[in-house]
């Protein structure tokens, strides 16, 4: 399992019908022993109330992420738990730092 690697860019998912939606990559992180990717579709960054899409991820022999559906609700539960802690954790960490300044 890998901390939190570090992706630039994009990532195209193919929908339902061949449709193509186009996400900005948000963040990794690990859960329950496994890689996960957090993507918002990139018409969406300016809005506080974008849709979040995670995947479970793994790493394909040219170094790309390779994206598995999470099927189960359980699993999606602790990724999303996980993905809230991060946040709760990163502005924790911005508030402390501006508290040195």
Known sequence: MSD???FDGTITLLL?????LECAIIATFPANDKDYIALMPVDQ????EGELFFYRYT??????????NIEEDDEFEIVADAFDEMLD????NAMDSEDEE
């Open 16 to 20: 339902d019908g061949d449709e193509e």
């Open 4 to 6: 939190n690697m570090e």
């Open 45 to 48: 960054l300016e809005n506080e």
């Open 59 to 68: 790493i394909n022999e040219e170094g790309e992420p390779v994206l598995e």
């Open 89 to 92: 954790e990163e502005e924790f």
